[in-house]
């Protein structure tokens, strides 16, 4: 299962064959090439305020220049344990 915060964008990968808003189109097609190599995955909405370390760790790894996979130990205090 992947989650996403964006229902406009879970809205276009699971219901769209035309991914009518151009914009996230390029993004839409790179989720569904990921999504046809691993069929058993899903993408299915959730509500930002239950995804809070993911929106602060894309947001640190956006501000900071971090790609690709992250080493927990790398990871800020503040993402760690921002839901406790």
Do not use: Y
Not at 3 to 15: C, F, H, K
Not at 22 to 29: K, P, T, Y
Not at 36 to 42: A, I, L, S, V
Not at 44 to 62: C, E, F, Q
Request: charged fraction near 25%; glycine fraction near 4%.
């Amino acid at each position: 299962m992947v989650e996403s915060d964006s229902l406009t964008l879970g809205n276009e990968v699971n219901n769209s064959p035309d991914h009518t808003i151009w914009i996230i189109a390029e993004q839409v097609e790179a989720i569904e090439d990921l999504l046809k190599r691993f069929p058993d995955w899903q993408i299915r909405w959730i509500p930002r305020k239950a995804n809070r370390m993911a929106h602060l760790l894309a947001k640190w790894a956006a501000s900071s220049g971090e790609e690709g996979v992250i080493p927990l130990d790398t990871t800020p205090v503040f993402v760690k344990f921002c839901d406790l």
